[in-house]
């Protein structure tokens, strides 16, 4: 079930979407930065629950994207996500200079993917699509790149998000969503418990690069082999990591998630499979004041997020899976979040 949802805006180009399945759930998008502003899954109670944190009014994105404390709510990021390192990138011969601000090229630059009007395709099958098509030399990546993302609601409670692109000369692409989840849809995720399946994470120096060192999760606040509360938080600060995945299975239709993240509260858990290599892990300490959807109102650690994605400054690091992707080759990242009424 797909239906059109209005909202007031001064851009014709503004569409927001609201997809639902067989149990009632709902997925809202917006093609503003092909950005989700809601989820809302069943508990076992039929209480919806709202597990991603979102604007009450679509509007407003455009506007909080360029805020100084902008949390990137739901966006699709691209053309690189995570940080490369200030001197930019190279291919073949040739050095291409990237935007960058504090010695730091983050998520895309300074006009990234997140804040583009993409393009409708389509609304069928149960699934929504945006395309985006990135010039050459747009925040200074060489390329026309020519991206799709499909969100698709299935009716086992599964968000499938896909990222296609494809490109004419040879770039590097690393995409991925920067959606914040609380399962309990307001307060905080510090009652949550999080597992993964990551044995190792990236070393990063003062300015979040990394240095090209992995460091095993044993005996940190990082391991979280078992499953662990997130409790721990307000010990140790929030996270900002990427977390390597310790299985190289690239089958997101796997039957051993390589996420899972319960809330005893809400009664809610949520397991992701996904064909990234890694995850880049992010606890903000707090939000700005901003107008929730459902005026939700969050506290200390307020959400999580899980960006399904390649490593950070894989450019720069030659022993790092490449993001490097060839002219008229395909690139895919293809994540799913299993919604579970526990």
């Known amino acids: 079930m797909i239906q059109n949802t209005l909202y007031t805006s001064d851009d014709p180009d503004c569409v927001s979407l609201v997809l639902g399945n067989a149990n009632g759930a709902k997925l809202t998008v917006t093609n503003y930065g092909a950005s989700i502003v ?132 040879d770039t590097f692409v690393n995409l991925t969503n920067h959606a914040y989840f609380n399962l309990d849809g307001s307060g905080s995720i ?44 307000e010990n ?7 977390f390597v995945f310790s299985s190289t299975n690239k089958e997101v239709d796997s039957q051993v998630p390589k996420i899972s993240l319960v809330s005893d509260k809400s009664g809610l858990k949520m397991e992701v499979r996904t064909n990234q290599p890694a995850v880049v892990i992010y606890t903000p300490e707090s939000f700005p004041d901003w107008n929730f959807k459902n005026q939700s109102i969050y506290g200390s650690f307020p959400a999580i997020c899980f960006e399904c994605q390649n490593y950070p400054d894989a450019p720069n690091h030659h022993h790092f899976p490449s993001a490097l992707v060839k002219a008229n080759d395909k690139y895919e990242n293809r994540t799913i979040f299993k919604f579970l009424a526990i």
């Open 38 to 169: 809601s989820l809302e899954i069943p508990n076992k109670k039929g209480e919806l629950i709202n597990v991603i944190a979102g604007l009450d009014n679509v509007a407003d994105y455009e506007e909080v994207s360029y805020h100084p404390s902008a949390k990137f709510l739901g966006a699709s990021i691209g053309r690189y996500a995570g940080r490369i390192r200030e001197g930019g990138i190279e291919i073949g011969d040739e050095q291409y200079v990237l935007y960058h601000e504090n010695k730091v090229h983050l998520h895309g630059g300074l006009k990234g993917f997140d804040k583009k009007f993409w393009k409708l395709e389509s609304t069928r099958d149960n699934t929504i699509t945006f395309s985006y098509e990135s010039k050459h030399l747009e925040e200074g990546y060489p390329g026309n790149l020519k991206v799709k993302v499909m969100y698709q609601l299935s009716n086992d409670n599964e968000l499938i998000i896909t990222y296609h692109a494809t490109t004419d000369r």
């Open 190 to 233: 510090l009652d949550h418990s999080l597992q993964l399946s990551c044995s190792d994470y990236l070393e990063v120096d003062a300015l979040q690069l990394p240095t090209g060192k992995l460091i095993s999760v044993m005996g940190t606040p990082y391991d979280f082999l078992e499953p662990k509360s997130l409790q721990s938080l």
């Open 236 to 242: 140790y600060g929030l996270i900002d990591d990427t």
